[in-house]
């Protein structure tokens, strides 16, 4: 497959996954002290990142899961399925990071470690099953230190983990994840019983006659 059929296909998996992004897009915006302000999830919006697990590599972010767009695109699974899809976004402390990242992936040649300096963040789309406990990946990708997407380090093979199966951070990250958008779906649901059954107006008191 020459490099042109390469870049066709990774642009062609990427508007799959984000139908709005191009590839001079950013998916992440950064903030003071290069923390993250800003990331664009799966539902086309851009959102205020929530930090929910770090260590001495790496920090991972996901959007804001209080977000009306993110919890009406998923409280129809959550609800009949238990589950919900969202996107992850790991911020590399360190070059060794990006690079330990690549060898874990099997990606150890010189070509992968020798673009990590240029490489901030990793994101990743996944469906979790908390029943199951386990995570479906759907999609993942290397981002520049811009916070665009890199087509050539998109990966297009879907990926099933349990927990126990991930790395202590990344786990740590999904049980965070995990009770945020069940605390916000039980909120959102009980919105929406709200606004279907509204409260009934009291009835007006009688007179009394007088005697």
Known sequence: M?????FFRAASFILLL????????QVLQHGPFGKPAQVFDETQQWT?????????NIEIYIPDVSSSDWLSRNYPDFQNHGTYTISIFSSYRKVKA????????GQGDAAHMDACPNIGYRVRQITVDPNQKSVQLLYAAM????GSVIPDFVQQSSAFRTWDQLDATTQKAILKTNDLVTQQMRRYDARLQSSHNPPRASSPRATPKQQ
Do not use: E, I, M
């Open 2 to 6: 020459d490099l042109h059929q390469q």
């Open 18 to 25: 984000f139908p709005t992004v191009g590839f001079s897009q």
């Open 48 to 56: 205020t990142p929530l930090l929910v697990a770090a260590d001495d």
């Open 98 to 105: 990006c690079r330990d990242n690549f060898v874990s992936l």
């Open 143 to 146: 981002v520049d230190q811009d």
